[in-house]
Each structure stands twice: as structure tokens, then as C-alpha cells.
């Protein structure tokens, strides 16, 4: 039997729905040189401070979240200084990735997936070595669902006052706090395709003036990813290259939507969404995987003898549902749900009555319609509280 069924998708990124004023702006015809766009250009730079919580500049880069944090690397570090890379995962490797291919020495601090870097090991290091001149890590890490103590490790960093501290927040913002200025963090990190509910193709940056400093006296080349250029263009309300036209159309919609509801109402739907699919996972007797869990994706061990990738498939071909698997020494062992961007708790709630079916017949023993019944009584609560 044929019955109806839509693609859903529950994965930690790309968003996979656009608000419907978001689809109409990425085909809205606007070329990026005319007053009218550099005037948009202005309004998303004014509205991402807002979201970044932070008086600091916010560049836009045409690039992914990948590119910003290459950009960031690159224009802080000359060759042969010595950075710190905090590394919880497989998206944290990316840090040393970058750093071993521009000739970086490095400082790692690697712990285990599921783990969180604690301000006490970034205290630690920049005791050991002095001579750090930035830190770099995630606000939450992708892979694991971890979520570091930005504020925490923030303090830290500023009590030796220069060290430039510079955070991955691609899938942080809007989902988790990020006090920017109140924290004292230097770069941070968004990208267009999470929270944002957006199609990918735009990094954001937020600078502060002692990461302009750096960057100003920094001795590397770079020629795409100059931020000093950046600046300049920016200024005049363009970029120094061709823009990612449509999806800055899209992102001034998007802040429209974002900045009505609130960037803390964005970040507690995101909360919503999580708990009250933890609260069944935990109904059902099982781990979360991270010992710190933000609000971006949920991670989760099933039980022995359920095969994560027989759950994945059973979640598409039965019920169009994508979620994720385990990446990295990860892969096969865990599972995980996104809740980023244009989530709703009636989406939620049917991804868990599906997802309690697909475990059930991939050989979970649960009781029939408990993970429901725990995430309503999760919403009942969170209502509340609000």
C-alpha cells in the first residue's frame, strides 16, 4: 500500500526549511553594486550585531562556515606563532587541519568525543605557554552535540588580556547564549545554513578591536580571505568580492523573523526541541552522548544490538525522516537529531513517535507511545516556565 509521505529532515544542518518571506527574498533580482543593495547590506551587518549580541563589526564572507574559520585562522596567525586549538570533535580537528597546512605551531588540547574542553584546561595551557597569541575552539561541537563553557574559558583567556580568543559558533548562534561583548570574545563564527534557516554560502564574522590589531599587524599573505579588505569594502556597504546575493536577500528576511521573536526566543525554541526529545530518549532508558549537551543537535547511544544505520534507514524509507549517524571514531555508534532553525514542537513530537518505531523494530524493547507521552510532558513544563 501507497501512502503519502514527505522528506523531513531532522539532520544537524543544512537547515532544511525556509520560512516562506525567506524563499521569496533569495529570488528577489537585486544586483549587489546598486544603492539599494548596499543598503540591505547595511541592515543585515546592523541586525547580525544584534543576533551576535556584540557593538564589534560583522563581516559577511561568501563562503562557508569552513571558509570563516579558515579566514579567522588566517589572518590572526603569521607563520610560526603558536596557537591553541581546543578539539572535541571531528569539526575541532578542522583547527589542526588548518594550522598544520599554514605552518601554525600549535598547542592541542584533544579530548575525548562526547567530552567538553573545560576552562581549566585552557587556564593550564596558557600557563604552560605564555607565548599563545589566539585560542581556538567550538561553542558547540557538530559531531558530538557538546557544549564547551564558552563563558567560562572566555574568563580565562581575558585575564592574560591579549590573547585573541576566536570561537566556531556555526552551530552555536541561535541555538545556545552567546554573549559576545559581555564575554569578551574576540571572532565569532555564524553560517547562513544553520540557525539562520538558510541554504549555505555565508560565513559571518564578528571582529573586536583586539582582533583588529592582530589582524592588522599579521605577516601572512592572504588574498580572498583579507579581512583587512573585507573592511574596507564593507564599510561602503559591499564586499570587496562578488557577494552571495540571494542569500543576503534571504538573511535580511531572515533577521527580520529572527530579531520579532527574539534571538533568546530563538535560542529557547531550539531548547524546547532538544529537551523534549531527550526527555524521550531518556524515557526509553537510553544515554545521551555528551556529557554537556547544547541545544544544537541531540546525541544519543541506542541499545546494545540496534544498528544505528538500520534506524537511519528505516526512518527514511518508511517515514521520509533523515537524522544522523556518528562521525569520526563515532561512526556506528551513536545517533543524532538536529534542531536548528524552523523546527516546530508538532515536528518534533512525530519525528519521536517514528524514531520509537524505527528503534522498537530495529530490536529496542520500549514501551508503546512513551517517548511521547515524556516529550508532552516536557512541553507542558517548558510552558511553565515561560
Known amino acids: 500500500m501507497n501512502l503519502i509521505s514527505k522528506t523531513r529532515m531532522f539532520m544537524p544542518g543544512p537547515t532544511p526549511y525556509l520560512p516562506e518571506a525567506m524563499v521569496q527574498a533569495l529570488v528577489t533580482p537585486m544586483h549587489h553594486r546598486k544603492e539599494d543593495f548596499k543598503e540591505l547590506f547595511r541592515q543585515v551587518q546592523a541586525g547580525l550585531q544584534q543576533v551576535f549580541k556584540t557593538s564589534n563589526e560583522v563581516l559577511i564572507l561568501a563562503c562557508s562556515g569552513s571558509g570563516g574559520m579558515e579566514a579567522a585562522m588566517v589572518n590572526t596567525m603569521a ?86 580568543l576566536v570561537t566556531d559558533a556555526i552551530t552555536g548562534l541561535g541555538t545556545t547564549p552567546i554573549n559576545t561583548d559581555e564575554w569578551g570574545i574576540d571572532i565569532v563564527i555564524g553560517g547562513s545554513q544553520k540557525a539562520f534557516m538558510l541554504p549555505p554560502g555565508v560565513a559571518m564574522l564578528s571582529i573586536s578591536e583586539r582582533a583588529w590589531r592582530r589582524i592588522e599587524k599579521c605577516g601572512r599573505p592572504r588574498y580572498y580571505l583579507d579581512l583587512r579588505r573585507e573592511r574596507k569594502a564593507q564599510a561602503q556597504g559591499q564586499s570587496a568580492y562578488t557577494p552571495a546575493v540571494s542569500i543576503i536577500q534571504g538573511l535580511k528576511s531572515a533577521l527580520d523573523l529572527i530579531l520579532k521573536m527574539g534571538v533568546d526566543g530563538l535560542v529557547a525554541n531550539a531548547g524546547l526541541q532538544a529537551g523534549a526529545t531527550r526527555a524521550a530518549i531518556l524515557r526509553w532508558g537510553m544515554q545521551i552522548f555528551p556529557r554537556v549537551s547544547g541545544n544544537a543537535v541531540t546525541a544519543f547511544v541506542p541499545p546494545a544490538g540496534v544498528d544505528p544505520s538500520k534506524v537511519m534507514k528505516m526512518m527514511r524509507d518508511r517515514f521520509g525522516v533523515l537524522i544522523s549517524g556518528g562521525q569520526g571514531s563515532m561512526k556506528g555508534k551513536i545517533l543524532r537529531i538536529g534542531h536548528l532553525g524552523y523546527f516546530d514542537f508538532l515536528e518534533t513530537l512525530g519525528m519521536i513517535g517514528c524514531l520509537e518505531i524505527a528503534l522498537t523494530e530495529a530490536g529496542a524493547s520500549l514501551e508503546t507511545g512513551s517517548g511521547c507521552r515524556a516529550a508532552l510532558e516536557y512541553y507542558r513544563e517548558f510552558g511553565k516556565n515561560r
Request: charge should be negative; avoid cysteine; proline fraction near 6%.
Open 79 to 164: 607563520p610560526g606563532e603558536k596557537a591553541l586549538l581546543a578539539v572535541a570533535g571531528k569539526f575541532g580537528e578542522r583547527w589542526i587541519e588548518l594550522a598544520d597546512t599554514y605552518g601554525i605551531d600549535k598547542v592541542v588540547i584533544q579530548v575525548p568525543y562526547g567530552d567538553s574542553v573545560e576552562p581549566a584546561q585552557i587556564d593550564a595551557a596558557l600557563d604552560a605557554h605564555p607565548d599563545i597569541s589566539a585560542i581556538f575552539l567550538q561553542a558547540t561541537e557538530t559531531s558530538t552535540g557538546a557544549m564547551m563553557d564558552l563563558e567560562g574559558i572566555a574568563a580565562q583567556v581575558r585575564r592574560r588580556g591579549d590573547p585573541v
